[in-house]
């Protein structure tokens, strides 16, 4: 999971607290100040911390009569939405319509993963159906348009460049008049990666951007500079429009919590996150859902849309109309973990599922998650019809009678049993959201 361990202390900190028999001050001030530790590890800027542990402070003492249980669920909630706001901003990305002919150009620093970036960009048009074009207007850096190329040819994308033309704005012309006369719904243009001290290369930019006046600039920023980021976006934005940050290596460094906030703090909208070097490997980013992911909390909108994605809903009614009602059973159950390992990444997915990412899949921790999920299902294997539909609940002796016929434990029975009922519980809230969008889905 991207910043797992931020979001593994932050809800340690929190689980510390729901275990502890007193919520008082000093329990709650406990907790603030390892959530404080975790996100100044984290490069969180120092003075969003102390507003955040001021905010939620004032939160619990606003509701200082509130009984144990909801001080809990206050703190949980106050820090829950004041990350959010951390890495939130008012404005909005502009929105591309398939049919359109969007244009869209791409800046950012040389190295920071801009030409992997854009073909991740593009894949996840591609997958949607829409018809992507990728343009070469790097001239600058020897290397860029082969690299460009290759990645086009990987992701089966048209693409647009020349190895003897030097004028970038000539090719970006060019490459966006004939994607234009074929009707393509995406025209992608890579910049020079460029750095803050090239006056001549910022001009360029400029010139690039007066020229092909796209829909969208995507500033692209690797995370692992921290809290630095804020000097480049502020720099970028002064120069030509950017309406969006894509934000990258999310899962190779620990000070991405400052990274992500310190672009927040530029009012520039993060609307996508990489995390890591594969095409596939690249997210949607919406703060409440992502901080939701990151403390384990699970995200049930985001998990809906991921498995209707993987499981094609439509094709199976039956279960469709069971999940609508509230229903799932231990086989249900079964069956999705099959799915799952059909999928191939299971992380994405697995992070999803509240309670799931706290140790079961981890990032670089695939296999001993699968492993576990094989195990989850040799235990089902060793339960009865009535059992895997619901029907008879399991009894003590039959959890030792499980436990010896699949060769695994009574601990390891209860742990998937824990683990279904948080499932259930996910799929029943499921449930109430299908409808609706079940309907959406086949009015497709
Ligand atoms: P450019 O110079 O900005 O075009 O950068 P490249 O696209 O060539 O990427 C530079 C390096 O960063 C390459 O080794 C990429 O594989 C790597 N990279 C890009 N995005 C990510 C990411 O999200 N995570 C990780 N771990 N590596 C990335």
Avoid at 38 to 51: F, G, H, R, S
Wanted: glycine share 8%; proline share 2%; charged share 25%.
């Amino acid at each position: 999971m991207v910043l797992g361990q931020l979001g593994s202390r932050i809800s340690g900190a929190l689980k510390k607290l729901h275990e502890k028999p007193i919520i008082d001050e000093e329990a709650i001030k406990e907790c603030m100040s390892e959530i404080v530790k975790a996100l100044l590890q984290a490069d969180v800027n120092a003075a969003y911390i102390k507003k955040l542990r001021d905010q939620v402070m004032l939160q619990v003492n606003l509701e200082a009569d509130a009984a144990g249980t909801n001080k809990r669920k206050i703190v949980q909630r106050a820090v829950v939405s004041e990350l959010q706001k951390m890495l939130e901003t008012d404005k909005k990305p502009v929105k591309l319509r398939k049919g359109k002919q969007n244009i869209v150009m791409f800046v950012g620093l040389q190295g920071t993963g801009k030409t992997t970036t854009i073909a991740k960009y593009a894949y996840f048009y591609i997958k949607k159906g829409w018809r992507v074009g990728l343009v070469c207007a790097d001239t600058f850096r020897a290397g860029a348009f082969d690299q460009l190329k290759q990645n086009a040819a990987k992701i089966k994308a048209p693409f647009y460049g020349s190895y003897t033309e030097t004028d970038p704005v000539k090719i970006a012309n060019e490459g966006v008049e004939y994607f234009r006369s074929q009707t393509y719904d995406l025209i992608i243009i890579d910049t020079s990666g460029r750095n803050k001290q090239e006056e001549g290369l910022f001009d360029e930019m400029k010139m690039l951007e007066k020229t092909i006046n796209p829909d969208e600039v995507i500033f692209v920023m690797d995370s692992t500079i921290g809290q630095s980021c804020f000097d480049q976006a502020q720099a970028f934005k002064n120069a030509v429009k950017v309406g969006s940050v894509i934000m990258t290596k999310l899962d190779s460094h620990a000070k991405g919590g400052g990274a992500l906030s310190a672009v927040a703090a530029t009012q520039s909208p993060i609307t996508f996150i990489g995390t890591g070097e594969q095409f596939d490997e690249f997210e949607e980013f919406e703060a409440k859902s992502f901080i939701k992911r990151v403390l384990g909390m699970g995200d049930i909108d985001r998990l809906f849309s991921v498995v209707q994605e993987a499981i094609p809903l439509d094709k199976q009614p039956e279960l469709l109309n069971k999940i609508s009602h509230g229903q799932f059973s231990l086989r249900d159950m079964y069956e999705q973990f099959q799915t799952v390992l059909k999928m191939g990444s299971i992380n994405s997915l697995m992070s999803l599922i509240p309670g799931m990412n706290s140790g079961l899949i981890e990032k670089g921790k695939e296999k001993e998650g699968i492993a576990r999920i094989k195990r989850f299902m040799c235990i089902m294997d060793s339960m009865n019809d009535p059992e895997l539909d619901g029907h008879k609940q399991l009894n003590d002796s039959r959890i030792i009678r499980i436990a010896r016929g699949s060769g695994t434990s009574v601990r390891e029975v209860n742990i998937l049993l824990e683990e279904y009922k948080k499932f259930a519980k996910m799929v029943q809230k499921m449930g109430k959201l299908s409808l609706g969008k079940a309907n959406d889905m086949q009015n497709f």
